[in-house]
């Protein structure tokens, strides 16, 4: 049953049918639609998608000028080598996209903010900590909530010849936008309210805006929808299959950051007796997917490693049903939903201790290992899958306990979080309490 709250909710990336932050944005946007009276404002981008799934909302779609839309295809073309994306220097180029976007989120809902006709205005997207959110100079007598906002994590010392593939040099830009971007630190300093999706974000924020601690609260920005949600554990499942293979699993883009190079290598250093008991998956795409392949013929895996290709979010949940440990090597990882996924679905999970996903898996969920170097974290990766393929009592445990994890992180579990923050801070701004 829903409250009379009535939440205006900034969402320019949100659409049911796209990956990442887009998906995102939709899921938070579905569940708190269904708990307050909401007012979506998007891009025209999302329309399609969303008319099909939401014919009947109160959702209001922002248009693109030709010139924008000429600029986005320079910027992306701009933005490439030899088809891999710049990240720090396509996140620069794109913003006049999305600062057209919101002068015109502004313009249009400006009057409507100072009168009243909403309690709270809610910018959940963009998910970087890089954007200003110009309708908060309407917000004189209504509430302003940003976030969550995540990024800024660094690259790890030991891991410099990645940062340089991934083009960290171009991380200067970033730094530029916080003194020239209009708006930007307005925003973060009005804020009535700040979440942030992981802890470094969140100290990040803290230390460049001088936000007191009451202003800002952890909040990860990626949940758990219930169709990957596993109500049986590993040990139930295995015990019924009677197999005796170790399923490890995979998931994610084929780039350098992302860690797949060292979890074929520390497969190559298992005894053979654990190597013959093993089979990894690798599900993604990617620019690195040729020299993935190359190095696991090299190393004689050819038959331990199988790669699917590119395969839809929806359906990779049929991998993870069929796996038995989520090894994600990732070196730099802000939201991590893979990880989440992982969980749900009952798999122990092998992280890197550098961003949000390491705040995903506890001690008893799986392991965590922190990137002193390269060399260190293919030791460390191989030990664990040692571990946890030896010792089976160990896998069933941290396979209830991942399920256990994940529930918290469902979206409905989120939303209703999301409606007590808006009370909580309608009733610290102006002591009013809705119903």
Not at 36 to 57: D, F, G, I, W, Y
Not at 192 to 210: C, E, Q, R, W
């Amino acid at each position: 049953m829903k409250n009379n709250l009535k939440v205006l909710l900034i969402i320019e990336q949100c659409n049911p049918e796209w990956p990442s932050v887009p998906l995102v944005g939709y899921s938070f946007y579905k569940h708190i639609s269904q708990l307050v009276n909401t007012t979506l404002v998007t891009h025209e981008r999302n329309k399609t998608a969303l008319e099909k799934a939401h014919p009947e909302r109160d959702i209001i779609y922002i248009p693109e000028s030709k010139f924008i839309k000429s600029y986005y295809k320079i910027a992306d073309r701009v933005s490439k080598i030899k088809g891999k994306i710049i990240w720090p220097l396509y996140n620069t180029l794109i913003y006049p996209i999305y600062a057209e976007f919101n002068h015109k989120v502004y313009s249009r809902f400006k009057d409507s903010i100072l009168d009243g006709q909403y309690d709270i205005v809610h910018a959940l997207t963009p998910i970087l900590p890089r954007y200003p959110v110009k309708a908060i100079k309407a917000c004189k007598k209504t509430p302003f909530i940003l976030g969550p906002v995540n990024g800024g994590v660094p690259f790890p010392k030991g891991f410099q010849t990645v940062a340089r593939q991934e083009f960290s040099y171009f991380n200067f830009l970033r730094h530029i936008g916080r003194y020239i971007i209009p708006g930007y630190r307005e925003t973060y300093k009005k804020a009535s309210y700040i979440l942030s999706g992981s802890t470094y974000t969140m100290n990040l924020v803290k230390n460049l805006f001088d936000i007191k601690n009451e202003k800002i609260e952890l909040f990860y920005e990626n949940g758990i929808d219930n169709s990957f949600l596993q109500n049986e554990t590993k040990a139930t499942k295995r015990d019924e299959n009677n197999t005796e293979t170790i399923n490890l699993l995979f998931v994610g883009r084929l780039v350098p950051y992302k860690g797949a190079d060292i979890l074929i290598e520390a497969i190559s250093h298992l005894e053979l007796s654990i190597q013959n008991k093993i089979k990894l998956t690798i599900v993604g795409d990617g620019p690195e997917k040729n020299a993935l392949q190359h190095q696991a013929n090299t190393l004689n895996l050819n038959k331990k490693v199988i790669f699917t290709g590119w395969v839809e979010q929806q359906k990779t949940v049929g991998y993870y049903r069929e796996s038995d440990v989520f090894c994600f090597p990732s070196v730099r990882e802000f939201g991590g939903a893979v990880v989440l996924e992982a969980m749900a679905n009952g798999l122990p999970c092998i992280v890197i201790n550098n961003g949000g996903i390491a705040e995903y898996v506890t001690e008893e969920t799986g392991y965590k290992i922190n990137p002193v170097s390269r060399d260190f974290v293919v030791q460390e990766v191989k030990e664990c899958i040692t571990k946890l393929v030896q010792n089976q009592v160990l896998r069933n445990t941290m396979s209830t306990k991942a399920i256990q994890r994940a529930k918290e992180f469902s979206w409905s579990a989120k939303a209703d979080a999301i409606v007590k923050i808006y009370g909580q801070v309608l009733k610290n701004y102006s002591g009013k309490t809705v119903i």
